[in-house]
């Protein structure tokens, strides 16, 4: 969801990317990957499935040994010593002894099977489509960030619930079809992941419920797991110990020494913090001092985050008797016969949204024809490009040539818009797939500095942005009171939010007219909570458009 908010922020403007071979890499950052990854599971549940099958025929081999044996021992070798006098039973006794129990005991099969299940895994391992380490972080990143951004009780995601206290109750924001609940070890993991980054405002949530978990589970061992109740409480004793939760953080010390009573660091760390309660004992404030780590990069978060979870705040036309809803075709013959569906939503940055602007199928081509370019997005930084906590997505650079379908696009918003839509005078189009909680944090699609790397088209700044909602399955199905128009029918109480949007495009600009950056053009895509959001941008540069937007050296205009 895009929302507008008047601050002013550096400016980070996404420039094109230098193709590079195909990879799946950075998993998170793209919902597309993720999907992928279920093929990548659904092959290791075969190998484990043929694994389980060799290890169970393996047991019932080594039960029929030990029914065998078992049997003679309670039905021959129990009389006297009757049974001795058979050569053959004395015979089979000492071949069991000499060789039989051998075999049994120093067989290769257990390993042979844990090797092709090995294989197996690593065949899927060589073809790099496992995650990494990196997008277990990322995605351990990107569910805090849901939890800040929509203010997520941590107990309620554990249960599989998306809530927030309102009034003091827990509220499902989003009612998930399938819910899944969290383990203790899920939790350790997100736990484990805010410990290391020195985060102990999430660590002590994530660990309280880990260590919640792993004690109801009551010590039962898990082969997946990478945690125990011992590890959780370790961090977490930690964690409040940097919170300064001295004494808390001494209780769950001596509950791990219960378990591990050897273990010297944890040993030493009870008298440290012991003593430390004797030099300065706790007040009584229960105030942990939690707080949220401050992120550098975000001056505007409360609003930002305020705006995602109100679902924006866009003008309402009840306020503004100036913003209108029509059929425009913009006097082009191009759209006399199909006009498109307008809305103005703002005069000052102008801002306009085209309903279905593209249909279903053009929104599935583009992105389909995107996938195998997906990169990780990167924004400005000084005269290069990075990647940045801030942009969490994927993108892809679709040429005019890449399909009939961009050029029509390509001539569709230059019908719309009247502007000169080809390169060099606008980039092509990016593509853009956002990824577990992926967000874009408030940013001006402008270049703010001369050095920017934008300018290497020679073609001026962005004058506009042209953004298509290529895809947009959100979490909300409420209705938004403040989209009503014109059109009842398309903008109804009940109608989701996500429909409304969908296949839609913005259009705003970016600069006025004496071609300074509009600082009220401000905008971010929130944190994607659930679903698989794509959208993709046309930027419209200066150069080129002289003839369709007068220049003015007015700052208002
Ligand atoms: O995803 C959104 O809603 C906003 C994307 C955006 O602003 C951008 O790609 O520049
Ligand atoms: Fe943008």
Redesign the pocket.
Known sequence: ??YYFKSIYSACV?IRVILMPLSFGEMYTSLLNVKQAINVERQLIDHLETYIEHESERLEDIKRFYAKVSDLHSEVYSGPSAAMANPLVAFTLIKRLQSEWLNLIYSDEAQENTQDFRSGYEEVEKEGSLPKLEDLQGAAKGLMRLQDVYALQVGGLVRGHFQRITDGNPIDIYSPTVSVPLSGDDCFLVGKVAYELEDYYHSVQWLEESVRLFRGAGGEWSPENEGTLEDALDHLAFSHFKTGNISYALSLSQELLNHDPMNGRVLKNVQKYERLLVDSPPLLSTDTGLKRPNTTYLRTRNTYERLCRTQGTQPTHYENPRLFCDYFNNDNPGLLLQPIRREVLSLQPYVVLYHSFITDSEAESIRELAQTGLRRSVVASGEEQATAEYRISKSAWLKETAHPIIGRLDQRIALLTSLNVQPPYAEYLQV?NYGIGGH?EPHF?HATSASSPLFRLNTGNRVATF?IYVSMIVAHTKSRHDLKCFFPMFFSETFPLSLVFQNAALFWWNLHRNGQGDGDTL?A?CPVLVGDKW?A?KWIHEYGQEFQRRCSPNPEE
């Open positions: 969801m895009l996404v853009v874009y699609d953004m905008h895509g959208v941008n």
